[in-house]
């Protein structure tokens, strides 16, 4: 074969490859998991939370529905329900806290946005992000503060697929808490939250 028999060849199969990485706009299809996730002793820093001495148990649901799919990327619409938050004040040794007791909230969080990459047929990683609001049972996370508060998390994990309608997730997050500013205390509250989840698909992924 020559030269230009190989160019031409080429420059026909050239499109079709390209074609197949174009984006493709999803038809939405709810997936939905359930999640437990628990942190232990907040961070303290100096741009966000500074309250030292806090525990997190979470209990929610993580909501996800296509939007692109380029490849094996996929950004998806991703809102989160959290009905249960337990906070917990545990002073270390030395501390001249005095312990307050656990603090219960819900939150939601419609504001987020996920992108997820598979890398085979049994897994995947994702990358998520949202922004929203809880509310607790007493001023979190010191007293002068606010029951109602903003909420803002990041972070990503893998997904391990066990059919074509359920998976595994196991992820971290990194989540915030602040009434920014709208009481005469906002000291932030952080969490390196770990969690795991089981995901249903409404409608089997293909």
């Known amino acids: 074969m020559n030269r ?4 031409t060849a080429l420059l026909i199969a050239m499109p079709t490859e390209l074609l197949a ?12 998991s359930p999640f437990v996730g628990v942190a232990r002793h907040s961070p303290v820093g100096n741009a966000w939370g500074i309250t030292p001495d806090r525990s997190h148990t979470l209990v929610g649901v993580h909501l996800e529905a296509p939007v692109l799919r380029v490849g094996a ?3 998806l ?3 989160s329900i959290t009905p249960i938050m337990r906070i917990t ?3 270390g040794a030395g501390s001249d806290d005095v312990k307050r007791s656990p603090v219960w909230g819900a939150g939601i969080s419609p504001f987020g946005l996920a992108l997820r990459i598979k890398l085979s047929p049994q897994l995947a990683i994702f990358g998520r992000s949202t922004v929203g609001a809880a509310w607790f049972t007493d001023q979190v996370p010191v007293p002068d503060s606010r029951e109602f508060n903003f909420v803002l ?3 990503g994990g893998v997904e391990i ?5 359920q998976s595994v997730e196991i992820g971290y997050k990194f989540h915030h808490l602040s009434n920014l500013y709208s009481r005469p ?4 509250l952080d969490a390196n939250l770990f969690y795991a989840g089981w995901r249903w698909y409404l409608r089997p992924r293909t």
Do not use: C, D, F, K
């Not at 230009?4 to 160019?7: D, E, K, P, Q």
């Open 21 to 32: 990485q174009r984006p493709t706009v999803e038809a939405a299809a709810w997936s939905i």
């Open 77 to 79: 619409y991703a809102p």
């Open 89 to 91: 004040h545990q002073p």
């Open 153 to 155: 998390a990041w972070g």
């Open 161 to 165: 697929y066990r059919s074509a309608a």
């Open 4 to 7: 230009t028999a190989v160019l």
């Open 73 to 75: 990327a996929t950004l």
């Open 185 to 188: 205390q906002n000291p932030g």
